[in-house]
């Protein structure tokens, strides 16, 4: 099956409303002619109804980074799904290895985020990751199925294939340490397999699976050409147009 890569920056916690917006002004003329590539950007909260304003109708997707799995009630602080749609969402990213160490996020509470994504009409990127220690005691395939599964466990298979899976080992993520192409692949391949088990082998041949954890445009080529990596998510190196450009050019070529 031709999947075509999909490639997100992830904007974690940069940029308010006005570098946003430049952000996006400066990447538009140069996505906009890629072709055989899907691209997202994930900017704040706050920059995302400006930032959807601005991209609407481009080949920009507007991702959230995070979202409630209730569609409204007393959750001070939080945003639902339904209001990422509301301001021109495409995707969400559910269960980023941040949020699972820093702020406390559950398998169980991903698996209910991602059911809440899909039931507002939106996207699901669900990531999963290994720490250091997990790979060091050769715990990683046993680690990333259990996120996978329980993340995956409240999805339909009819609604499965546009889910999107972001295999990011927690020790690459900010660290400047990429896993080699050889060593990402082994995962990929781990969890397609994975998938086919728990939703079918349609499902598991459709659904993307982006690397992330260090990826720039020097590693991107290699990462992307491997079988089973379809795309990246993007952290420092999306945060500059140039380099965040090179990187989703690299998936459209590869
Ligand atoms: P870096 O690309 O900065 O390593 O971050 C990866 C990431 O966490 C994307 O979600």
Not at 144 to 169: F, H, I, N
């Amino acid at each position: 099956m031709n999947r075509v890569p999909f490639v997100c920056g992830n904007w974690k916690m940069h940029y308010g409303v006005s570098e946003a917006l430049a952000l996006a002004d400066a990447l538009l003329p140069m996505i906009e002619p890629l072709a055989g590539v899907e691209v997202g950007i994930a900017p704040t909260y706050t920059a995302l109804h400006a930032v959807g304003q601005r991209v609407k109708g481009t080949k920009l997707l507007l991702s959230a980074q995070n979202c409630h799995f209730e569609a409204q009630g007393a959750y001070t602080g939080e945003i639902s799904a339904s209001m990422l749609k509301d301001v021109g969402c495409h995707y969400v990213i559910i269960g980023h290895s941040e949020r699972r160490s820093l702020f406390g996020e559950t398998d169980e509470g991903c698996a209910k985020k991602v059911a809440a994504v899909l039931k507002a009409g939106l996207l699901p990127i669900l990531c999963v990751g290994e720490t250091l220690a997990e790979r060091d005691a050769n715990q990683t395939l046993e680690v990333v199925t259990r996120q996978l599964t329980a993340g995956l466990s409240e999805v339909a298979a009819d609604q499965a294939m546009t889910t999107v899976v972001a295999y990011e080992p927690v020790w690459a993520i900010g660290t400047g340490r990429t896993a080699t192409p050889t060593q990402a692949q082994e995962v990929h391949a781990h969890l397609r397999k994975v998938i086919a088990g728990q939703l079918g082998a349609g499902v598991a041949e459709a659904m993307r699976l982006q690397y992330g954890g260090s990826v720039k445009a020097e590693n991107a080529r290699d990462l992307f050409g491997q079988p089973d990596i379809d795309g990246g998510l993007i952290g420092g190196a999306a945060l500059k147009a140039d380099s965040f450009a090179a990187i989703v050019k690299a998936a459209a070529a590869g």
